[in-house]
């Protein structure tokens, strides 16, 4: 048999997917009597007003929570007048009425955040990027796995919507990657050039003066688990991603949007680069910088170029040995679309996030493919921050024989936050 028909019929039958209705599942047994689930929306900032309504709007809102009363009162101005306004979250997590909890708070917050929403019984609707660090990202997933919670992150272009720049969904970028069209390995290029803006406005402000707190803001409550620093309006609200202790730029920003999709497409939802080097300036210890270029490699020989200086102007999204794609969905290979014809859609995926808190299903993207694509966001930082290559058991989870980049995986947090799990058995 030649090879591309063996994949032809490979990919057939692993294509192979049946669907069961809800009711021969059991699903019924996780609806509740108004078949209606509520949520709670921690952080009501910018970003977070658009969870009230505009992000599950399913879910019926029961609390809001920020640490600004400027934002409280905004959030109260959207919502019903039953809704109840809270400046703690861990007031939120008491409540038993509440099913899901939407974390919409710096980044610095959502480790802390997430492990302990689930450790209270919450499923949860978490902000990109999932997690400030590695480690934090491990800690999440077992307490999701350990308490039997359903996790979701607030990207979504591995199941829904044009991805940048393709004039598509990732579904069609998908089936060419499996058809093995294009050869293996493959090298894939982010930047201006196949699409994508790593917003480089999002840098921070060196020697910051200290400035008076405002009465409405609870700082100390606002840095949480990041270090002390003197409050400076610019390390909060609008601006904090341009600090280290909160964000990390616009690859904080806007890194799992990217990469999340790439990682789908090259299936890599189980493992993480083995090696990964940056070009860039030294770093500021607290202010992000701007970067030139990040390159990352898996162990089978894949490549993911984060080409933030826009210099690659030719390149192809997509290379192999055998094809190019560019945007716009354009390839160097004869009659695409008639070839891509010939192979299997990718599996559907859980999509409905209700659905799967109702049904207890995985979500397309959740605490597990999560961690992994936002532990290619991290490695990036990683490597910005020390302006050198480094070395990653994606196993271990773990920088090789480099103590130095391992402090990045763990970093302390201040005060009682912490990243421990609860000792309390499961009932």
């Not at 809102?61 to 039953?82: F, G, Q, T, Y």
């Not at 359903?150 to 969904?169: K, V």
């Not at 202010?287 to 390159?295: F, H, I, P």
């Not at 209700?354 to 993207?365: I, P, Q, S, T, W």
């Amino acid at each position: 048999m030649k090879r591309r028909e063996f994949l032809k019929k490979s990919l057939l039958a692993s294509a192979a997917f049946t669907i069961v209705p809800r009711h021969v599942l059991g699903g019924q047994a996780f609806t509740a009597p108004s078949d209606q689930l509520t949520k709670a929306v921690i952080g009501v900032g910018g970003m977070g007003r658009y969870h009230l309504n505009e992000i599950n709007p399913d879910a019926r809102l029961l609390a809001i929570c920020d640490v600004d009363n400027r934002h409280l009162k905004m959030a109260a101005e959207m919502v019903a007048k039953d809704v109840k306004a809270y400046s703690d979250f861990r007031e939120v997590l008491n409540r038993s009425d509440v099913d899901i909890v939407h974390i919409a708070s710096p980044p610095h917050w959502h480790g802390v955040m997430a492990k302990m929403a689930a450790e209270a019984g919450k499923d949860i609707w978490c902000e990109k990027p999932m997690t400030r660090t590695i480690g934090e990202g491990q800690a999440v997933v077992k307490a999701v796995q350990r308490y039997g919670r359903i996790f979701r992150l607030n990207t979504w272009f591995r199941f829904r919507s044009n991805f940048y720049g393709f004039g598509t969904t990732v579904e069609p970028i998908r089936k060419l990657v499996k058809s093995g069209l294009l050869g293996w390995p493959l090298k894939v290029t982010v930047g201006q050039h196949t699409g994508f803006n790593w917003k480089f406005y999002w840098v921070g402000q060196e020697r910051l003066k200290p400035e008076w707190i405002p009465e409405s803001l609870d700082y100390d409550m606002w840095l949480g688990p990041a270090p002390y620093k003197a409050f400076n309006a610019h390390r909060v609200h609008q601006t904090f991603r341009g600090y280290w202790d909160y964000d990390g730029g616009g690859l904080g920003d806007m890194g799992q949007h990217y990469l999340d999709p790439v990682q789908y497409l090259l299936d890599k939802d189980d493992t993480s680069p083995v090696y990964v080097e940056a070009d860039a300036p030294q770093q500021h210890p607290d202010a992000v910088g701007k970067w030139r270029r990040v390159r990352m490699r898996y162990a089978d020989g894949c490549e993911i170029i984060l080409d933030g200086a826009g210099v690659l102007k030719d390149a192809p999204f997509l290379e192999g040995p055998n094809g190019k794609l560019y945007r716009g969905f354009k390839s160097d290979i004869p009659n695409l679309k008639a070839e891509l014809a010939e192979f299997p859609d990718p599996a559907p995926q859980q999509a409905d996030f209700l659905d799967a808190v109702r049904m207890r299903r995985k979500f397309a993207l959740n605490e597990a493919n999560g961690h992994r694509s936002s532990t290619l966001v991290n490695l990036g930082k990683i490597a910005i921050r020390l302006g050198r290559s480094l070395k990653f058991d994606p196993d271990k989870q773990l920088f090789i024989d480099d103590p130095l980049a391992n402090r990045y995986i763990n970093q302390p947090m201040r005060g009682e936050w912490h990243m421990e799990m609860r000792k309390k058995q499961l009932v």
